[in-house]
């Protein structure tokens, strides 16, 4: 966590004064590289111009020094489309993953006396200014409640709410500028659909709601520690829950087979209960929203924002899909991926294969019946060629519906901490129970 305070801009043009400063200077390093390299009787290309390391460290900066919608929608673009970006984009986005700077002091009580009145420190014997951890969209704070309860407090960063439209408008714009999306990808209705994505993050009540009704699905499940929710004292922009103790879901790559394994049994487990029997999923697959708790060897599972609720129409369509998957049946299988949503539109017959064929790769894990090592295994690789393959295809316009997009977001970012952590894991045991009903 960074200590150095930083002052948020919070007015909507003072944002955009930042991204258009931005702009200048990326041009002004772009007229600066050409000119050396045409002394040096080299011809400058515009893309390698623009895409320095320089200004590929200015992006990120300023990105992260906006935070909010702006590190947010890099972040989905990153897990939603990863197959259409370039390594480029992919750098700049893992620089957002590293914690921003926090918020003045005088910012945070503002929004604390904002979020839960003027008298806020009435409700906590200590409250710790420094925050423990950051987010795209608030900072966490320690405290203690007048009970003496240890509770984990997460304030949003001021003006968040009302920048998240025209943040999102500038982030595509600048990506677009700095030429980094290719120009025939039309990705207007997931930009859209991050606005309402982000919007819904950005109230923590109703975050608030989803971390409650989470408790109460998991109330029989022993896997899993769901901090326990302070509604009193929690509003829009405030959030407080139990703060639970928990080291690095990543950190146990040095542990115990056994261990890795069951681990990640548990949050694949987890994943299909969320898809067919809660039908409310967490589609947000940040290895930070994961932690191991050793002293009750469980998993804490933390950041509801991102929750999503599923239709029967899509829930029973992922069940044919999945049935028709394990029984080799491609008919079934379209038809499945057709009621999902996926060729509601005109598409030609060898694209509609292809994306047959990239789900069946998806699903190659379940066909196995014994434990599929994912340490072994490629599998996240050939899904991103596969899909980068498809997508570049000329006249491919074909978008995935927006449901299965934030699905698959959380099936990759599963599949790729099981092969972090070198899981073996047997996804058919996991997922037959369900294929029957």
Same mark, same amino acid.
């Given at each position: 966590m960074a200590d150095q305070e930083s002052k948020i801009p919070t007015h909507r043009l003072a944002r955009i004064g930042q991204f258009a400063s931005l702009a200048t200077r990326i041009?002004?390093?772009v007229v600066a590289q050409g000119t050396k390299q045409l002394l040096k009787g080299e011809k400058p290309q515009a893309k390698d111009l623009v895409l320095t390391p320089a200004n590929i460290k200015r992006v990120a900066d300023q990105l992260a020094h906006l935070r909010g919608a702006a590190m947010k929608v890099g972040q989905m673009l990153s897990m939603d489309s990863g197959d259409m970006l370039t390594p480029e984009l992919a750098d700049i986005l893992a620089r957002?993953?590293?914690?921003?700077?926090?918020?003045?002091?005088?910012?945070?009580?503002?929004?604390?006396?904002?979020?839960?009145?003027?008298?806020?420190?009435?409700?906590?014997?200590?409250?710790?200014?420094?925050?423990?951890?950051?987010?795209?969209?608030?900072?966490?704070?320690?405290?203690y409640t007048d009970d003496g309860e240890n509770v984990a407090v997460k304030v949003q960063y001021p003006g968040i709410r009302n920048s998240i439209d025209s943040d999102v408008d500038n982030v595509a714009t600048l990506l677009n500028v700095v030429g980094i999306i290719p120009k025939d990808i039309d990705f207007k209705s997931l930009l859209e659909e991050a606005k309402k994505q982000l919007h819904a993050e950005a109230n923590y009540q109703l975050e608030c709601e989803y971390l409650q009704r989470y408790k109460h699905n998991l109330s029989q499940h022993d896997n899993f520690i769901v901090p326990r929710a302070y509604p009193q004292l929690s509003s829009e922009t405030v959030l407080t829950m139990e703060y639970v103790d928990g080291v690095e879901i990543e950190s146990l790559i040095d542990a115990p087979q056994e261990l890795r394994d069951k681990v990640m049994h548990a949050l694949l487990e987890l994943f299909f209960a969320e898809l067919f029997e809660f039908q409310l #999923?967490?589609? $947000?697959?940040?290895? /930070?929203?994961?932690?191991?708790?050793? !002293?009750q060897d469980k998993v804490v599972l933390l950041d509801f924002g991102a929750t999503r609720e599923y239709s029967d129409n899509i829930?029973?369509?992922?069940?044919?899909?999945?049935?028709? #998957?394990?029984? $080799?049946?491609?008919? /079934?299988?379209?038809?499945?991926?057709? !009621?999902?949503?996926?060729?509601?539109?005109?598409?030609?017959?060898?694209?509609?294969?292809?994306?047959?064929?990239?789900?069946?790769?998806?699903?190659?894990?379940?066909k196995l019946d014994g434990e599929y090592d994912f340490g072994q295994s490629d599998l996240a690789n050939k899904i991103r060629q596969q899909g980068t393959a498809l997508s570049m295809q000329e006249n491919y316009w074909h978008t995935p519906p927006i449901d299965a997009i934030f699905l698959h977001r959380k099936i990759g970012g599963l599949y790729l901490l099981a092969a972090r952590l070198k899981a073996r894991i047997n996804i058919q045991a996991l997922v037959t129970p369900y294929l029957d009903n």
């Amino acid at each position: 966590m960074a200590d150095q305070e930083s002052k948020i801009p919070t007015h909507r043009l003072a944002r955009i004064g930042q991204f258009a400063s931005l702009a200048t200077r990326i041009g002004g390093n772009v007229v600066a590289q050409g000119t050396k390299q045409l002394l040096k009787g080299e011809k400058p290309q515009a893309k390698d111009l623009v895409l320095t390391p320089a200004n590929i460290k200015r992006v990120a900066d300023q990105l992260a020094h906006l935070r909010g919608a702006a590190m947010k929608v890099g972040q989905m673009l990153s897990m939603d489309s990863g197959d259409m970006l370039t390594p480029e984009l992919a750098d700049i986005l893992a620089r957002l993953r590293s914690d921003a700077n926090p918020m003045l002091s005088k910012q945070l009580n503002q929004v604390l006396e904002s979020g839960l009145g003027t008298q806020w420190k009435q409700h906590f014997l200590s409250f710790n200014f420094k925050p423990v951890a950051s987010a795209s969209i608030g900072q966490v704070h320690q405290a203690y409640t007048d009970d003496g309860e240890n509770v984990a407090v997460k304030v949003q960063y001021p003006g968040i709410r009302n920048s998240i439209d025209s943040d999102v408008d500038n982030v595509a714009t600048l990506l677009n500028v700095v030429g980094i999306i290719p120009k025939d990808i039309d990705f207007k209705s997931l930009l859209e659909e991050a606005k309402k994505q982000l919007h819904a993050e950005a109230n923590y009540q109703l975050e608030c709601e989803y971390l409650q009704r989470y408790k109460h699905n998991l109330s029989q499940h022993d896997n899993f520690i769901v901090p326990r929710a302070y509604p009193q004292l929690s509003s829009e922009t405030v959030l407080t829950m139990e703060y639970v103790d928990g080291v690095e879901i990543e950190s146990l790559i040095d542990a115990p087979q056994e261990l890795r394994d069951k681990v990640m049994h548990a949050l694949l487990e987890l994943f299909f209960a969320e898809l067919f029997e809660f039908q409310l #999923v967490q589609t $947000d697959p940040n290895f /930070a929203n994961y932690r191991y708790n050793q !002293q009750q060897d469980k998993v804490v599972l933390l950041d509801f924002g991102a929750t999503r609720e599923y239709s029967d129409n899509i829930s029973q369509g992922y069940r044919k899909a999945f049935r028709a #998957v394990m029984q $080799d049946d491609s008919n /079934a299988l379209e038809s499945a991926l057709r !009621q999902i949503g996926f060729f509601s539109q005109t598409i030609v017959e060898s694209q509609k294969q292809a994306i047959i064929g990239l789900v069946q790769l998806a699903c190659e894990p379940m066909k196995l019946d014994g434990e599929y090592d994912f340490g072994q295994s490629d599998l996240a690789n050939k899904i991103r060629q596969q899909g980068t393959a498809l997508s570049m295809q000329e006249n491919y316009w074909h978008t995935p519906p927006i449901d299965a997009i934030f699905l698959h977001r959380k099936i990759g970012g599963l599949y790729l901490l099981a092969a972090r952590l070198k899981a073996r894991i047997n996804i058919q045991a996991l997922v037959t129970p369900y294929l029957d009903n």
